[in-house]
């Protein structure tokens, strides 16, 4: 029975938002060609740069589709701040996504003055998993 309650207590706790509160796309080819410098959209081991959609533009502020060790796609941002020393890892709860924790990353990366790279389960699968922080 403990079983059947965790998982029933799990879906009330633990609710991202349904549809998710922004989407990432692939930039397109002239965009891309400048934000990678190379002309290519993808970038080491298999990650792909992707346009955060439903979410101010900054030019900061850079998203990618990573794949993990085994297979799940992670949506990852990174936001960098003039004159940082450190970078922070921030993995936000279950009930959030990347929409919703966008400004919070942009603003806790000027006032901490560190950069920020925070990510997200794919969109393409919304199902809870662990594997996204087997990727970190």
């Known amino acids: 029975m403990g079983g059947v309650t965790s998982t029933v207590a799990a ?3 633990f609710f991202p938002p349904n549809p998710p509160s922004y989407g990432a796309e692939p930039l397109p080819p002239a965009a891309d ?4 410098g190379t ?5 080491k081991e298999g990650s792909v740069v992707v346009e955060l959609t439903g979410v101010p533009r900054r030019g900061n502020v850079e998203s990618r589709r990573l794949r993990t060790k085994r ?7 990174y936001v960098r701040q003039t004159g940082a020393k450190l970078t922070l890892l921030y993995s936000h709860g279950n009930a959030a ?7 919070l990353f942009v603003e ?6 560190v950069n920020l790279m925070g990510y997200a389960r ?3 699968r919304i199902a809870l998993d662990w594997a996204c922080y087997s990727a970190a």
């Open 122 to 124: 794919s969109l393409d």
């Open 71 to 77: 297979g799940t796609d992670v949506v990852a941002m």
């Open 39 to 43: 002309g290519e959209a993808k970038g």
């Open 11 to 13: 879906r009330f706790a």
């Open 97 to 103: 996504d990347l929409g919703q924790m966008y400004e």
């Open 33 to 36: 060609a400048g934000a990678a």
């Open 108 to 113: 806790l990366s000027a006032h901490l003055n």
